[in-house]
């Protein structure tokens, strides 16, 4: 298939279709802002002749080129929308011959520009290049693209970067018209009546590294929660807010380490451990993060802290909003109390322990 047609068929095919494709008429006039545009604004507007696409156009000074390596080095999905979003608002003209940034201003072009393509290549080259591969709707992400591979004025290409609502029956776009470049709401896979639109991927483009948080603990306190007459630790994840008891002696060890509730027993914060209710095991009091809360988590001898049945909240309403949390026998009855801090206030609280 021809990269390129002359214009004599260009407007051969203008007067016998009203797809207008790359020099599409743009649903809503001027240059698009950064917030998108409503799908089928300025719809009624009237239909503006396409200036079609240009020839393939080796990029100045690009590391590869069409015909050596048109797929491009590798580049990432939020790379991809970087580099869309930079012709965004700075009102460029959709021209066949021009170029901005060594690249051509037409719809393939500004794609081409956002993979980073050694050349500006067309709606029908791309596949023929190397370039793209098919995928399914569902598999769509930031950085692919719609595309409709027809040459000349009757092929357009829009780069895709997420669903605009839950039904995947629209997406937010970017895309370079006859009226300018725009990134707003488009209806999947495109405005009807401009030909067929199929999903597809730049082989170069790769998902982002996400680098996992640290999975590092925190809050740590010391006792001995399982009656064994060994010292156990808890500590917090730093990632989750969990609650982890190390039983001793092998503390070191992750085969040690047991869970203390689930759901809604993690976002804990502030550890103290103590024997407060005088029955010769530690018990564990936390923190909630999220409301400033105090929990109790009572010690036993079966081995662990005792199941989700076990939390009992320490007070309510006032109570509430406590930090730096410790415990001791402050008033010399042999029982461990606990001490902790009003957020709001700095005020120093005491909570009796008893037998």
């Not at 214009?7 to 917030?35: P, Q």
């Not at 080129?65 to 965004?88: H, L, N, Q």
């Not at 037409?106 to 050349?119: E, F, N, Q, T």
């Not at 930090?323 to 001490?339: E, K, S």
């Amino acid at each position: 298939m021809p990269a390129h047609r002359s214009l004599r068929s260009v407007s051969l095919s203008l007067a016998i279709t009203a797809s207008l494709s790359c020099g599409l008429l743009s649903v809503g006039t001027g240059f698009a802002s950064a917030a998108p545009v409503p799908p089928g604004a300025g719809a009624s507007a009237e239909h503006q002749a396409s200036p079609g696409q240009g020839p393939v156009t080796p990029v100045p000074g690009a590391k590869s080129s069409f015909s050596a390596t048109a797929a491009g080095p590798t580049i990432t999905r939020s790379e991809v929308i970087d580099r869309a979003k930079t012709w965004v608002g700075i009102g460029l003209d959709y021209s066949w011959t021009g170029s901005h940034n060594g690249y051509r201003t037409d719809c393939s072009g500004y794609v081409s520009m956002a993979w980073r393509l050694g050349s500006s290549l067309t709606t029908d080259t791309f596949a023929g290049a190397g370039v793209i591969e098919s995928i399914s709707k569902g598999e769509l992400k930031a950085g692919d693209a719609l595309l409709n591979d027809n040459s000349g004025a009757n092929g357009h290409v829009v780069l895709f970067e997420k669903w605009a609502n839950s039904s995947h029956t629209s997406y937010i776009g970017y895309e370079f018209t006859s009226s300018g470049v725009h990134h707003r709401e488009i209806p999947y896979p495109y405005f009807s009546g401009y030909g067929t639109f199929l999903p597809v991927r730049n082989k170069s483009v790769i998902d982002d590294v996400v680098v996992p948080s640290d999975p590092g603990m925190t809050s740590l306190t010391a006792g001995e929660f399982t009656g064994d007459s060994k010292g156990d630790l808890i500590a917090v994840e730093v990632e989750t807010g969990k609650l982890w008891l190390y039983r001793g002696p092998n503390v070191g060890t992750k085969s040690s380490r047991t869970e203390i509730g689930t759901g809604g027993w993690n976002d804990m914060t502030n550890l103290a451990a103590g024997d407060l209710n005088h029955d010769g095991k530690d018990d564990l009091v936390a923190t909630e993060k999220s409301t400033g809360k105090l929990f109790l988590y009572k010690g036993n001898g079966s081995g662990a802290i005792t199941g989700i049945g076990g939390r009992t909240e320490i007070g309510t309403g006032g109570w509430n909003g406590m930090t730096n949390v410790f415990a001791g026998d402050f008033n010399g009855d042999g029982i461990d109390d606990i001490g902790a801090t009003e957020k709001s206030t700095g005020k120093l609280f005491l909570y009796k322990g008893n037998g």
